[in-house]
């Protein structure tokens, strides 16, 4: 299965738009790109999930370039609550589940 | 909502004890996995199962093994608890692809487990 690479941490402050940027050159036409968020003490919780182009829901938008090699999470004014760690995963359909791969994922520190 | 439930939010045990560890979805899930988190290795599947009594290794499956004989609970069983087994375990579940695709998956608040 393909591997992603994401920056290990970012810093923001609250109200500032941040942008996490994945990196995955070898990805698969069946591959989709979703994103999990993790608080402490918790479960990782599904955010977005996208194939190409870009996608918005009520709290992300995904971006991802024609070539699909890369893809972008936007959190729009953050707030301290969005402090967690953000992970960017492959997901390929196609077999008879959907097994994923979790990385190491990017501490987002929002400060006020 | 979908909601898995893991049975122990904190457990220890001894080296050399058979360790159990318990998941429950209520949302009729076809696949269910196991996962353990630790510092700095993210998250690594230990098995999952996408059927009742099917399973299947993911990752890191030595020294595990999972039941499943109902199609709402997934078990974790160590058989022989080692230190190197202190963790922190989540299970998940998600709808199959062939229901419905781009199914994500939904994960219960972890167990973390100390292995004496």
């Known amino acids: 299965l393909a591997k992603t690479t994401q920056p290990i941490s970012m810093d923001s402050y609250e109200g500032q738009e941040v942008n996490i940027t994945c990196s995955h050159n070898?990805?698969?036409?069946?591959?989709?790109i979703t994103w999990y968020q993790q608080f402490p003490s918790q479960g990782p919780r599904f955010i977005i999930q996208?194939?190409?182009t870009k996608v918005t829901n009520e709290v992300a938008s995904l971006f991802i370039p024609a070539d699909r090699k890369s893809s972008t999470l936007s959190l729009p004014r953050v707030s301290l609550s969005d402090t967690a760690v953000y992970y960017c995963?492959?997901?390929?359909?196609?077999?008879?589940?959907?097994?994923?791969?979790f990385g190491t994922g990017t501490l987002l520190a929002v400060q006020p | 909502d979908v909601k898995v439930t893991q049975s122990s939010r904190y457990l220890v045990k001894r080296t050399g004890e058979k360790v159990f560890l318990e998941c429950v979805q209520d949302m009729d899930h076809e696949n269910m996995f196991w996962y353990r988190q630790d510092p700095g290795l993210g998250l690594r599947l230990i098995y999952f199962?996408?059927?009742?009594?099917?399973?299947e290794k993911g990752d890191i499956p030595e020294g595990y093994s999972v039941s499943r004989e109902k199609k709402e609970r997934f078990s974790l069983i160590l058989e022989s608890a080692s230190t190197n087994q202190t963790s922190m375990y989540l299970c998940a579940s998600s709808l199959s692809p062939q229901r419905q695709s781009n199914q994500p998956q939904h994960f219960g608040d972890g167990t973390r487990l100390s292995i004496l």
């Open positions: 199962s996408y059927d009742v009594k099917m399973k």
């Open positions: 996208g194939y190409k």
């Open positions: 995963l492959l997901q390929t359909y196609g077999g008879a589940t959907n097994k994923l791969i």
């Open positions: 070898n990805i698969a036409t069946n591959d989709y």
